[in-house]
């Protein structure tokens, strides 16, 4: 089953604006990852914030993580046509079989000119 | 960095027959590989999860006789889809961890595209 929920489902903005996705799980995570997929490609790993932290950076990207509440944002700031895509969180959490990624529902993001 | 090599990249097959796709590490041993299948405008959806020289473990309601997942050597593994039919096309996904650091471990192939027709 599912472990994450994301909205929006959907997301446009004009390119300069900033972008905004939450997800949110539901069982006790080691970390959360955030994933970029353009259409009919393949994954491309953004950024990875630990259990134990709350803010992390990259680049234009900047990710929150709330374990008391099982959420995490993805903010990606001054966005441009380029970032375009499908973007998934996905938490690393321990189960009977081993660690193992379980994905978020996504949002998929439109930026026009 | 590490890669993961998965091919086909597509593949178009009759309904009956049956296909393999093959995902390799390239330049790191994966103990562990993870099988994922993607319908069109979804989220990647785990099939099954599996470990070299053990039986795969497959995710609940995943038919683990339609989908064979075999992972021979530590830098191999091939999921072989059976009797397809044209419910199974859909884009599918190989992930390979490896034994050590980095933590994350977690590094995808470029997924299959299926079409059964």
């Known amino acids: 089953s599912q472990q994450g929920e994301e909205d929006p489902q959907a997301l446009s903005i004009q390119e300069g604006e900033n972008a905004t996705m939450n997800c949110s799980y539901k069982t006790s995570i080691n970390n959360l990852q955030w994933y970029r997929q353009n259409s009919g490609r393949g994954l491309v790993h953004l950024i990875l914030i630990r259990s134990n932290e709350r803010e992390k950076h990259s680049g234009r990207l900047r990710v929150t993580l709330d374990t008391s509440k099982k959420s995490s944002s993805l903010l990606i700031t001054a966005s441009r046509a380029a970032d375009t895509a499908s973007y998934f969180c996905a938490t690393d959490g321990l189960t009977g079989g081993g660690n193992k990624l379980t994905f978020g529902t996504g949002t998929q993001l439109k930026v026009e000119l | 960095g590490a890669v993961v090599s998965q091919h086909p990249s597509w593949v178009i097959c009759k309904s009956g027959t049956s296909v393999k796709i093959e995902c390799r590490s390239l330049d790191f041993q994966a103990t562990t590989m993870f099988w994922y299948r993607q319908f069109p405008k979804q989220s990647l959806m785990l099939m099954a999860t599996s470990n070299e020289g053990s039986k795969a473990t497959y995710e609940q309601g995943v038919e683990k006789d339609k989908f064979l997942i075999n992972h021979a050597s530590l830098t191999l593994s091939t999921l072989t889809v059976t009797s397809a039919h044209p419910e199974d096309s859909s884009f599918y996904i190989c992930?390979?961890?490896?034994?050590?650091?980095?933590?994350?471990?977690?590094?995808f192939g470029s997924g299959t595209r299926l079409t059964v027709v």
């Open positions: 992930s390979a961890r490896g034994g050590g650091p980095p933590f994350y471990g977690y590094t």
